[in-house]
């Protein structure tokens, strides 16, 4: 059981950035694809970041490819969402999640964190 817990998030302006953060604990951490998945009010869970084991591929959502970063620390078995120039529409709650096989696919993945709120105001 691989366990995940998320934080960072809170309240920007548009224009601004936040870092989000991913611990895990209870498994090889480096044995795992880690994502970030967003879902706003009313809306389905969406796919925003993926890195996979080693951290030399990444993956990113068309709506913020240049915008956000991935990345991993192995050595301290976390990830982070580097989120710069935010938009109103970024405005979600956030989730970290793990799987064992490179997807960007919701329902592949096995472990999620409990969600961080990101509000962006305008």
């Known amino acids: 059981q691989l366990q995940l817990v998320d934080s960072g998030g809170g309240l920007v302006q548009a224009g601004g950035s936040l870092r989000l953060s991913c611990a895990a604990s209870?498994?090889?951490?480096?044995?795992?694809?880690m994502g970030w998945f967003r879902q706003a009010p009313g809306k389905e869970r969406e796919f925003v970041a993926a890195?996979?084991?080693?951290?030399?591929?990444?993956d990113y959502a068309d709506s913020v490819k240049g915008r956000f970063t991935i990345s991993r620390d192995n050595s301290k078995n976390t990830v982070v969402l580097q989120m710069n120039s935010l938009k109103p529409e970024d405005t979600a709650v956030y989730y970290c999640?793990?799987?064992?096989?490179?997807?960007?696919?919701?329902?592949?993945?096995?472990?999620w964190g409990q969600g961080t709120q990101v509000t962006v105001s305008s």
């Open positions: 209870g498994h090889t951490f480096s044995r795992y694809v």
């Open positions: 999640a793990a799987d064992r096989s490179w997807t960007r696919r919701r329902n592949e993945f096995d472990y």
């Open positions: 890195i996979n084991y080693s951290g030399g591929l990444t």
